[in-house]
Each structure stands twice: as structure tokens, then as C-alpha cells.
């Protein structure tokens, strides 16, 4: 034999290999080869050497076999020393060998199985942001899918190449083709001849720094030549070519709830588990630490990287520390491990790593970007942070922002982070930002006012609740920099809201900076006109919370400074809110004379300027309050004013003080003994309540519809609605409203013949009463109390609580009545000197004094 090269022909004739296969055996050789840059060569021993070992030369003839390699010996001293190829059974593949199973991702799985026997899908890119898993995904779709390619499945490991030159060159390396030097044709077309007739996966990885510049397109071009190839890729954003099916990648499953230890399994949990064990193989987690372990994985959204990182922390740190310094910061979230790619060493290089492939435009649109919570809006977005609909689409397309299927954007709370920080280089344009930011936000919601009072309720304040998050900073830096004015012209509506869904305290704890912030600026100089109006207008709605959570005293004083300040004002329709909310709070302590003055000046004020809501307002307040009371006033029949307002409501179109307008009429309806008419109105306001997410409200219905049955006889049915009206106003925390369901319930456990426990249900209802200052409702509870003790037997004593509670102006009516009923049994019952004695100990004993000894 004269060359070397003749032998290597030899060789694969005898073995009948094949070109790619005698290729795929000196695989390792050919790559060392082309691994030759800027004029940098290899010694043709070490190739020799390598060579030797790819072509599995017994090590005794490795000296021979170089020697002849590099022409010193002829090639008639090489032994036939190649083995045959043998056989293989199963597919070829590359794929790297795991470590641990895949969690949380069974669902995905099936997926892709499902999309890449799809004989239309022949490029699928799995996209999603740093860290979030796609490799892992698609070394693990692409193992299920060996017996599908005949010819193989292969990964190719992109990540260390800069350049699309470099596309075609990696994929012949990673399936083990060696391009031929006597082949005139490109490497490019070799490639493609090779793979024309093969059934192959390939699995390009971390394709996303390469799509900045031209040559991409190589991958359509070996679709286009290999029909049966099929890629399954990996990038932070889509590739962009025409034949293209995404498929985006999300965290793993977070659990709901955060003591939910059951949810662990096929979710976030089980992925920190997994990795916290084997961080630290004596860590086991306990029942305590599950609500530190799901806040973690809600704080990382689910993402695999930031788990693992979080969870190298067990040896250290709790779970309890380890969720609060993620919420300090993301440089927490760092690890060492060797393995571990540079670009994933922490959550920082994984965004920064992104933030680099961003153009200078879409950097500062992220960095505006920030000053968003919870999410925003494409309107939003443009006019707080300048951002197109082009600059949007590219940072989803990107994985840095995500797109929700109801509009909404938002981005995860580290990249929110990362981008901040970038954004506090520069103050002033972040100062603009977040001052835009609340303008947009304030005015949003003042806006929001008339749908507020208008068919479209239900609608509103879904898209408020879900605003909250950006309310929130909003408002705080009007408050902060003293932008009272947008802050009063959102007090309908956050009002409105706060009430509605309940948020008593937070409401009242936020219109308390808004005070604190006023009266500071004001210190050493009078308020001008608009911060006055501000000023009384915030204290009115914070009155109203503390009113719903029973702090009277102080929800009174701040009505009446409230109106001190707005009476001189000619501010109408602040003036009307903070005079219909001292009526209501005059109406529940017992006052009903002063709630009947302040319902009709109101109702004056409000058909004054023609404003109908509050007209329709008023109205109801004042003619519930005739209908259910004693109070007496020059009227029209009350009932039928009732129905006008009822009816006035469903004109105006707005579903909760139609609900409201309803359970006032019922109460109406049942002082006439009108049962299905009062029922009927209170099913219909608890539809109502329901449908806006109205609790208050529902609690109120269902106490209503206990009273109708209660008033029927019917008190297994009125105890069931009873626990359901206590159960609503227990969680929202409106004592008042538990205390008076307590004592209305109280009578239906008595009827039920269970005294003891209406003892039980009375007490507790009196004691709620006297430290809420309700007085009508501790009258009621008394006047339970009094048939309990006549009932045992001790006339004189229930006749004497009886007397306290008659002679008390605060009586609810339907009180009075049925104290009124049983006093005349009483005292038919007992003797003539025995009822004067228990009158002459009434009048030396006040109410306070009396309600001590029954507690006692």
C-alpha cells in the first residue's frame, strides 16, 4: 500500500462499512480537526493518538499506528485491526444522562410526544426565560421520541457558539458526521446529503444569541433538504422562521395554598424537596415549614433555577430565611456549583445575560417597565412607559415580559428587580416614571366612577380588584408628594371598593397616610381650598371603614370634623357621602331622631344639584328608618316610597344598591306582614350580592331572609341562614352585625327549646353590643335574656329587663314589640305589689348598671 489514506479505504471495504459510518468511528479525530482557529495546528502525533483511539487500536500497536500516521513507517506495518461494526438494535443518541427524574413536567411531556409525531410540525422551539427549564424538557421529550427516529436522536449544545457559521459544523459534530476533504461540495451540502434519507431528531440548544444576525435561516434550509429531520430547539425567544411552532415554558405548578403538604407531589415543592435533599441529606421537611417552602416557590414563580439555588440553602438557613432574603433581593439566589453553566450560576447572571441580548430601546421600555405591580395593561404600558405594541410583542417574543390570556402583561417579580435596579442609575427619569405611573393609575379609577354606578358594576370592579397592585404604589406617591388633588377624585371609587370586597382595614389604614400626610404639610399653614376638600372628603370615606369595623367613637369624630370643614365649602357631593355616613351611624348606635335630620338634609342636597344616586340613596335610608322604627315624621306612606327607590335603582342601573334598596324594603314588607313579598326582595338582593362579589351585602340578605323565617315559625330554616349571615360578617369582621345576628338568632334556639344555648348565643351577643356601643342590638339581646328568665321561672327578674328595655329610646321596633307582648304576661302572671317592686328597681338602676349584672 502506498499511503495511508489507501489503507483507511481498505479497511472500510473489508468491514463493508459505509462513509458516515467509517466517519462516526473516527468522529472524536475529525472534530479535533476542525477545531483549528486563527492558524492554530495540533502536532500530528496527539491527532495520531486520538485517531488510534477512535479506531479502537489495540494500545500495543498505538506507537506503529503513529508512526505510520505521520509517513516514518510504510503503511504494509499496519495489522488489520479494525473490528467489525456491529449491529445495533436501538436508535442512536447523544443525549446527556440525567442525574434525577424530571418533576413537575408529565403534562408537558405528553405535549411535545404528542407535537413531534405531528407530521406537520417539523421545527418546534420551546421558549421561555432563563433557568426556567426548556433544556431539561427537551433532553426528556426527545428521549421518549429514540423509537420514533429510525436514525437517531441528538442533541446539539449551542451555548458556546458565537456565530451561525458554526450551526452546520456543531450539528455534523454532535451526530458524528466527518465531512470529506476529496468532496468538492460545501460542508453545508454534505451535511444535507447525508441527512436527505434520515429519520432524525435533532435537538439544537440555546438558540438565542444567534438570531441577531443573518444565517439562521440554516435551519430552514435542512428542513427544506432532509424531509424526515425534525428539531426540537431550545431559546429565550423564538427563532422567527416561517415553518415555527412555540411552544412556551412556564414555572412549575405552585400549590394555592401554603398548607396544602399533600400538593407537594408533581409541583415546585417536590422540585425544592428533591433539591434541598440533595443539598443536605439530613434535611427533612416538617408541617411547619411547608407555608415557608410554597411562598418560596411562589417568590420564584416556579422557576427550576431559582429553586435550586434557593434550596442549596437548607444547610444554612430555615425556610422561613430563605423566603425573606429572596424578598430582600436576588443576588440571595447564587450558587457554586462547578457544573453548573456560568450564564446559571445565579438569578442575576440569568438575567443579565438576558438584558444584554435586549437593543438599547427595549432596555429602557423594561426598565419603565418596573414601576407596574400585579401586571398592566397594553394602554397602560404606552403611556406610562412609552412602549409600542411592536416593543411589547419582542420582550414576550423574549421571555421577559409575559402575556396573560385576558390582555394583560407583567412581568415576574426578579426580572421586575433586575430592572430596577438598572432603572435607580437613573433617578430622575425614574421619578417621571412613577409620578406618570400615578397619574395614570388615580385618574384610571376616578374615571371608573360612573361604570361604578351603572349596569357594568360587576365589570368594574373586577378590573379594579385586579388594578389593586398598581393602586397601591400609585397612591402612596401621591401621598408622598402631596398630590391630594388626584387623590380626591378617586374617593367614590375606592370607597366603593374597599367596602365592597371587604378590605375594611386596609382601606382605613390607607386613607390614614392621606390624613397623616395632609395635616403634616399643614402644620404651620392653612390647607388652600383643594386640600381642604381632600382633607374632609378622605376623613368622611375612612369614617365610613371604621364604621363597618365598629369603631363608632372614632368613625363619629371623624364625620363631624369631616362636615366642619365641608358645610363652608359648597362641595356638595362630598358633603351628601359624609352626611348619609353619619345618618347610617347614628341609625345603628340607637340616635334615630339625629339620623333622621341627616337623611333628609341630605336628600335636600342631592336633588339640589339632580343627582340621582344620592337622592336615590337618601331616600332609602330615610324611609327605611321610618318604616323599621319608632321615630315619627310628617310622610308619604313609607312602604311606597321604599318601592320608588327600589324602582329608582334599577333605573340608574347599579346592582348593589339595587341589593341594598331590596333589604330595606323587606324589612318594610315584614313590619306589614308581607312574608313572600319580603322573602322574595331578599333572594333577590343576595342574587345581586352574589353575582358583584358583594359579602356585606350577602351577609345581610341571608340575616334577612333568618328574620322572615324566624317571623314564620320557621326557625330550623332561620337558624341555618342565622350561621350563614354570622359566618360572612365574623370573617369581615363587622362586630356590630355579629353582635344583632347573634340575638335575632337567639330567639330561633330558644323556640328550638335549646336554652342553654340561647343563654350562651345571648351573652355573647350582649357582649359584643356593649363593646361595640350597640345599643339597639344589647336591647335585643336583653329582651331574649328576659324570656329565658321567665321561662325558668323568675318573673320578676325577666319583667325587670323587661322595663330596662321599653324604657330605652335606642328599641328597635319589631324589640319593642315583643317586649311590649311579653311584659303583658308577665304581669298578668304576677302580683300587683310584685310588678311595682320591680319598676321602683328599675328606675334606680341605669342601663349600664344593668347590662354589668347580667354579664356578671
Known amino acids: 500500500m502506498d499511503t495511508f ?242 411552544f412556551e415554558v412556564q414555572g412549575l405548578p405552585v400549590p394555592e395554598s401554603r398548607y396544602a403538604e399533600g400538593s407537594a407531589q408533581n409541583t415546585s415543592v417536590e422540585l425544592f424537596l428533591q433539591r434541598a435533599r440533595r443539598a443536605h441529606v439530613g434535611f427533612n421537611a416538617t408541617p411547619e415549614d411547608y407555608p415557608a417552602i410554597v411562598h418560596i416557590c411562589q417568590l420564584v414563580d416556579g422557576n427550576p433555577l431559582g429553586l435550586e439555588l434557593a434550596a442549596a440553602w437548607v444547610r444554612t438557613l430555615s425556610c422561613d430565611e430563605i423566603a425573606q432574603e429572596i ?104 421619578n417621571e416614571t412613577q409620578a406618570c405611573h400615578s397619574s395614570y393609575y388615580l385618574t384610571y379609577f376616578s374615571q371608573a366612577d360612573g361604570r361604578l354606578r351603572s349596569p357594568v358594576q360587576r365589570e368594574t370592579l373586577a378590573e379594579l380588584t385586579t388594578e389593586m397592585d398598581n393602586f397601591r404604589p400609585a ?121 333622621l335630620e341627616l337623611y333628609s338634609e341630605g336628600l335636600e342636597i342631592a336633588t339640589a344639584i339632580g343627582d340621582r344616586w344620592y337622592s336615590a340613596l337618601h331616600l332609602t335610608c330615610l324611609n327605611g328608618l321610618v318604616a323599621t322604627t319608632h321615630v315619627m315624621v310628617r310622610s308619604e306612606n313609607p312602604h311606597e316610597r321604599l318601592q320608588f327607590a327600589v324602582a329608582e335603582w334599577r333605573l340608574i342601573g347599579d346592582p348593589r344598591l339595587t341589593a341594598f334598596g331590596l333589604r330595606i324594603l323587606s324589612q318594610s314588607a315584614l313590619t306589614l306582614e308581607r312574608y313572600d313579598e319580603a322573602r322574595l326582595a331578599l333572594e333577590e338582593s343576595a342574587a345581586l350580592n352574589s353575582s358583584i362579589g358583594d359579602r356585606w351585602g350577602l351577609g345581610s340578605a341571608y340575616r334577612g331572609l333568618g328574620v322572615v323565617a324566624q317571623a314564620q315559625g320557621k326557625h330550623q330554616q332561620a337558624v341555618i341562614m342565622f350561621r350563614k349571615s354570622l359566618d360572612t360578617f365574623t370573617e369581615l369582621g363587622g362586630r356590630w352585625w355579629v353582635a344583632r345576628v347573634l340575638a335575632e338568632m337567639g330567639r330561633s334556639v330558644f323556640e328550638l327549646g335549646n336554652e342553654a344555648e340561647a343563654e350562651r348565643v345571648w351573652r355573647e351577643s350582649l357582649r359584643i353590643a356593649t363593646e361595640t356601643q350597640a345599643t339597639p342590638v344589647a336591647l335585643e339581646a336583653l329582651a331574649g335574656l328576659a324570656s329565658l328568665q321567665a321561662k325558668r321561672g323568675n318573673m320578676e327578674t325577666g319583667l325587670e329587663l323587661l322595663l330596662i328595655v321599653l324604657a330605652h329610646p335606642a328599641c328597635f321596633q319589631e324589640t319593642e314589640n315583643h317586649a311590649a307582648h311579653l311584659r303583658s304576661q308577665l304581669e298578668a302572671q304576677l302580683t300587683s305589689q310584685q310588678v311595682e317592686a320591680a319598676q321602683v328597681r328599675v328606675q334606680a338602676k341605669t342601663f349600664e348598671a344593668a347590662v354589668d349584672e347580667v354579664l356578671k
Not at 514 to 525: C, F, I, K, R, Y
Request: glycine letters at 6%; charged letters at 25%; hydrophobic letters at 40%.
Open 5 to 246: 489514506g489507501e489503507w483507511f479505504r481498505q479497511q472500510r471495504n473489508q468491514l463493508k462499512l459505509t462513509r458516515g459510518e467509517l466517519a462516526e468511528r473516527v468522529g472524536c479525530s475529525i472534530s479535533l480537526l476542525r477545531k483549528v482557529e486563527d492558524g492554530e495546528r495540533r502536532p500530528s502525533t496527539q491527532i495520531a493518538e486520538l485517531m488510534a483511539n477512535c479506531l479502537n487500536i489495540p494500545p500495543t500497536e498505538h506507537s506503529t499506528f503513529v508512526k505510520v500516521a505521520r509517513g516514518e513507517l510504510s503503511v504494509d506495518r499496519l495489522p488489520t485491526i479494525l473490528k467489525p461494526v456491529a449491529a445495533s438494535t436501538t436508535p442512536r443518541t447523544n443525549l446527556p444522562i440525567l442525574p434525577t427524574p424530571l418533576i413537575g413536567r408529565q403534562h408537558e411531556v405528553e405535549q411535545l410526544s404528542h407535537l413531534l409525531r405531528d407530521l406537520q410540525c417539523r421545527l418546534l422551539t420551546l421558549v421561555g426565560p432563563g433557568g426556567i427549564g426548556k433544556t431539561r424538557l427537551a433532553i426528556e421529550a426527545a428521549a421518549r421520541m429514540q423509537e420514533v427516529f429510525a436514525n437517531g436522536v441528538y442533541f446539539v449544545s449551542l451555548a458556546s457558539v458565537n456565530t451561525t457559521r458554526f450551526i452546520v459544523p456543531v450539528i455534523a459534530e454532535a451526530i458524528g458526521f466527518a465531512f470529506q476533504s476529496t468532496d468538492r461540495a460545501d460542508p453545508k451540502t454534505q451535511l444535507f446529503s447525508y441527512l436527505r434519507e434520515k429519520q432524525v431528531l435533532l435537538v439544537p440548544d440555546n438558540l438565542e444569541h444567534l438570531l441577531t444576525e443573518p444565517g439562521i435561516e440554516v435551519l430552514a434550509e435542512l428542513l427544506a433538504n432532509a424531509s424526515q429531520v425534525k428539531l426540537l430547539a431550545t431559546s429565550r425567544e423564538s427563532v422567527g422562521l416561517q415553518d415555527e411552532w412555540v
Open 327 to 430: 424578598e430582600r433581593g436576588m443576588d440571595f439566589l447564587s450558587g457554586s456549583a462547578r457544573d453548573l453553566p456560568a450564564r446559571h450560576r445565579s438569578m442575576r447572571a440569568v438575567f443579565d445575560h438576558s438584558w444584554k441580548l435586549l437593543t438599547e430601546e427595549e432596555q429602557g421600555v423594561l426598565v419603565r417597565l418596573s414601576v407596574f405591580r400585579g401586571g398592566f395593561r397594553r394602554e397602560a404600558a404606552e403611556q406610562v412607559a412609552g412602549a409600542t405594541l411592536s416593543t411589547l410583542s419582542t420582550l414576550v417574543t423574549k421571555s421577559i415580559i409575559r402575556r396573560s390570556g385576558t390582555g394583560r402583561y407583567d412581568l415576574h417579580d426578579l426580572i421586575r428587580q433586575f430592572a430596577a435596579e438598572q432603572f435607580a442609575e437613573h433617578p430622575d427619569e425614574q
Open 475 to 595: 397612591w402612596d406617591w401621591a401621598v408622598t408628594h402631596g398630590e391630594f388633588a388626584w387623590i380626591e377624585q378617586t374617593m367614590h371609587t375606592i370607597w366603593m371598593l374597599y367596602d365592597t370586597r371587604g378590605w375594611f382595614q386596609e382601606g382605613f389604614d390607607t386613607l390614614g397616610r392621606a390624613v397623616n400626610a395632609l395635616e403634616t404639610a399643614h402644620q404651620h399653614s392653612s390647607p388652600d381650598r383643594t386640600d381642604q376638600v381632600a382633607l374632609g372628603h378622605i376623613l368622611a370615606n375612612r369614617a365610613w371603614l371604621a364604621y363597618r369595623l365598629a369603631h363608632y367613637e372614632q368613625a363619629q369624630a371623624m364625620l363631624e370634623r369631616s362636615l366642619e370643614i365641608l358645610r363652608p365649602l359648597n362641595e356638595p357631593r362630598a358633603l351628601g357621602a359624609a352626611i348619609g355616613f353619619l345618618g347610617m351611624l347614628m341609625e345603628v348606635t340607637g340616635n334615630y331622631n339625629r339620623a
